[in-house]
């Protein structure tokens, strides 16, 4: 840190996941103990979702990440970190018990609720501006091994009638279920609309409360049933191949009206990929009851995180692939909640990374003064000192 200061260089601080990156932090290391009901990990730097949840299953435990099991952990959490359990668990933020740091003037701080309160409030939701973290202790929580998860498939006839489903549903859901749904196109070149649904609690129960929705309106496929969790969150994985180009923009939304759900539909045919598609992320349940001011991250209220992702191959077909992300962003923008997911930004302004901050921004320019006024860390959604 020191060297860089001097040097003037900028550190990007990385895990590897993000096409830019060009250096880990670290090896990246997972230490789980079963100590129920304390039990938490520590992951270092470079570790990636799958290194925790292989980790933490082992014990029978497991806690929030994301959807694809090599994201970066850290980077993950810093923004917040969305994922199946978030719904019952919260963030994987929220489940931070501590952190330890690297700081621009190269000391290292632990920070938690008792040590470096302000800094560790900063921690959740507020990325890579305040340093670089070389490790996290998450809370853990008893999971699976075998839970039940999968997708219901409708066929495009029924689209309207099968968001309908899935809003009404998914507002209803008891903090153990997550559902996410999405507009897809089909391998046999139909549009779709696919709902996945995830039950972090007993078989049985699970069963239980999802034959309701799995009556409510007939699949083309239900592919719900028992899984091992290890193997559910890796199950996205390949809906993201390495080497294709990549394009979303995300919004927030607190729930999905009717003229919302007809805008989307509207346009979604006009995609020019086979293998885009329009999700909608739930969120809610244990993350809308931390107070919004209680973490950096914000957006607590939302009931969905809700994005286009344009996956292409040909580097001249950037331009209608972008084209189409951004019409169905736009369309559903005068539904959204103005508010957005720090880690689902791209290049996309100052204004947008406020966006993502709402009443917490001018906070985290105070903490960001107090821990890298020279804005060492600033090849992130950079928050201005
Ligand atoms: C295919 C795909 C699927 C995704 N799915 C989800 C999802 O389900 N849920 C969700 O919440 N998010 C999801 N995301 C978004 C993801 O959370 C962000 O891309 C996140 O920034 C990834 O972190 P990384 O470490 O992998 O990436 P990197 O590019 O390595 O890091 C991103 C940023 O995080 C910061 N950072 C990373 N490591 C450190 C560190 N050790 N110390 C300080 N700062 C650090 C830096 O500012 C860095 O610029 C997804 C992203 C992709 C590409």
Known sequence: MRICRSRREWPEITSLRHPRARAGVGGGGIASRRNTPRAAARAEGGALLADLDAATQAHGLATTTGLNSDTGLIGLTLGGGIGRLGHKHGLSCDNMVSAEMVTADGRVLNASAHENADLFWGLHGGGGNFGIVTAITYRLHPLGPTVLAGSLVYEWKRVRGAVRLYADFSARAPDALNTDAALITMPDGNHGFSISAFYAGPLDEAERVLQPLRQALPPVADRIAPI??????????????????????????????????????????????????????????????VPATATAYANRAAAYDSFPVSIWSDPAADEENIAWAREMYAVLRPFGMGGVYVNNLGDEGHERVRAAYGENYDRLVMLKRKFDCDNLFRLNQNVHP
């Open 228 to 289: 091992s969790y290890v193997q559910l969150q890796k199950a996205g994985d390949a809906s993201f191949p390495r080497g294709r180009r990549f394009y979303w923009k995300a919004q927030f939304l607190r729930q999905i009206t009717e003229a919302a759900a007809d805008a989307l539909i509207d346009r979604f045919p006009f995609v020019p990929s086979p293998r885009s598609f329009f999700v909608f992320q739930q969120v809610g349940g244990a993350i809308s009851r």
